[in-house]
């Protein structure tokens, strides 16, 4: 196990556990005992909130796509569409369906929204839609072998450090992401 996987692995735990926390059994207002919600429903609500985060970074950071802060580094296009990718993989991965060819590099703001919009739901309905069953299925992606909880996990916390980097590209260009203002 590598030690970006390791983190990345770690950083993912803490999301969810950070989400599901917050979510506990309760009662609702007619006596009736409420439901937490399931591991599946936690890292869907995950995978919803970045896509949604990314297509606001994708707006207000429209003209600056091939921006980046030094030779060799990603660019602003190249980590939007590194994210819209990745879901396409994670969902062809928990689905079983071939992997699609990666798609052509989006250049501009409206289709950039709606890819890692599409994509993000998508991946989150896949994920919704998993058993506790599917969940411990053996699976492999970025050529290690794990189970499709373990993709999840996997390719969640590596795009919460993209978010990351997301948001420091956009403060060095003096944009502020929509959901702070």
């Known amino acids: 196990m ?11 735990l803490a999301v969810v556990a950070t989400a599901t926390s917050s979510l506990q059994v309760g009662l609702r207002a007619d006596g009736a005992a409420t439901q937490a919600p399931t591991l599946q429903a936690a890292l869907a609500a995950d995978a919803a909130q970045m896509g949604e985060k990314f297509a606001g970074l994708a707006r ?8 980046r802060p030094g030779q060799g580094v990603r660019s602003v296009g190249d980590v939007l569409n590194l994210i819209v990718a990745e879901n396409g993989m994670l ?10 060819p990666r798609p052509a590099a989006i250049t501009s703001a409206a289709p950039m929204q709606e890819a890692l919009r599409t ?3 998508t991946l989150q309905k896949t994920i919704a839609g998993l058993s ?11 050529g290690q072998n794990t189970t499709k909880r373990g993709a999840i996990m996997m390719v969640l916390g590596d ?8 948001i420091a590209y956009a403060r060095m260009n003096s944009v502020v992401p929509p959901w702070s203002k």
């Open 2 to 12: 590598t030690i970006r996987y390791t983190f990345a692995c770690l950083a993912a």
């Open 60 to 67: 207000v950071m429209d003209g600056k796509y091939d921006w």
């Open 91 to 100: 969902t062809d991965v928990l689905t079983g369906t071939a992997a699609a």
């Open 119 to 121: 994509s993000s739901a």
């Open 132 to 142: 506790d069953a599917d969940l411990n299925t053996s699976a492999s992606i970025f």
């Open 159 to 166: 795009q919460h450090e993209h978010l990351g980097q997301s």
